[in-house]
């Protein structure tokens, strides 16, 4: 089993509808979570940062995090066909520098 | 406000030859760490490294694999007698201070080798 299981997709959504994406993870040691998007053939660019359950919204991006369940979701409104782009998820231990992350969701946003 | 930068960003190599990859931090950056990232894979860790420092090497290779961080210039990685299983993209990460006080990783736009 994968530290961190994350659907890949791909996703395929009309211009402006909600896109939610997620993942769970196996570790109960980890205690931050990150969003990253990458775009085709570009470096992962942070998105969203949180460190506690719960949500945290930036602009028309919600993270979620429950780490009761294991489980963290990232929400996009409005979506914009800008969005389309493959999002990865990561966490990281308290006091650790190894990110572990999934594979990644390929999220296409028709316009 | 030069961000992570990385070259080359492509490189064909042939087996049997080697690869080394330059990552230079965003200013005033002195923690690096190494990714690799394979196809329908998430990004994996390879090394950590501060200046003239190994921290952690536990995601390498223990052969052909080697990285430094030296007092002057680039990061390199450098990969020896390259096997197809090398290909991937390989991404260079940067932080101000190391990753378990500020959590934030800017990311290169990676270096995708390409072993013929």
């Known amino acids: 089993q994968k530290e961190v299981e994350q659907d890949p997709g791909p996703l395929s959504v009309p211009e402006g509808a909600i896109v939610s994406l997620n993942c769970t993870y196996s570790?109960?040691?980890?205690?931050?979570f990150m969003w990253y998007r990458q775009y085709s053939r570009k470096g992962p660019e942070l998105l969203m940062y949180t460190y506690s359950s719960g949500n945290k919204e930036d602009g028309r991006f919600t993270a979620q995090v429950d780490k009761s369940s294991k489980y963290i979701s990232l929400f996009i409104r409005d979506s914009q066909p800008s969005d389309s782009a493959t999002y990865l998820c990561?966490?990281?231990?308290?006091?650790?520098?190894?990110?572990?992350f999934g594979a990644g969701t390929t999220v296409t946003v028709r316009a | 406000n030069a961000g992570v930068m990385q070259n080359p960003r492509h490189l064909v190599r042939r087996r049997g030859q080697e690869a080394r990859l330059r990552c230079s931090p965003m200013k005033g950056h002195s923690h690096v760490y190494w990714y690799r990232q394979l196809p329908e894979e998430g990004l994996k860790f390879m090394v950590y490294?501060?200046?003239?420092?190994?921290?952690?090497e536990s995601g390498m290779p223990k052969e052909r694999f080697s990285a430094e961080f030296p007092k002057e210039g680039p990061s390199i990685l450098r990969i020896q007698q390259v096997v197809r299983g090398d290909s991937a993209a390989y991404f260079c990460?940067?932080?101000?201070?190391?990753?378990?006080?500020?959590?934030?990783?800017?990311f290169g736009e990676g270096s995708r080798l390409t072993v013929l």
């Open positions: 490294l501060q200046k003239e420092n190994i921290i952690d």
């Open positions: 990460a940067s932080s101000p201070r190391g990753l378990q006080h500020t959590g934030e990783l800017f």
């Open positions: 990561a966490m990281i231990p308290s006091r650790d520098y190894k990110l572990s």
């Open positions: 570790n109960s040691a980890f205690q931050y």
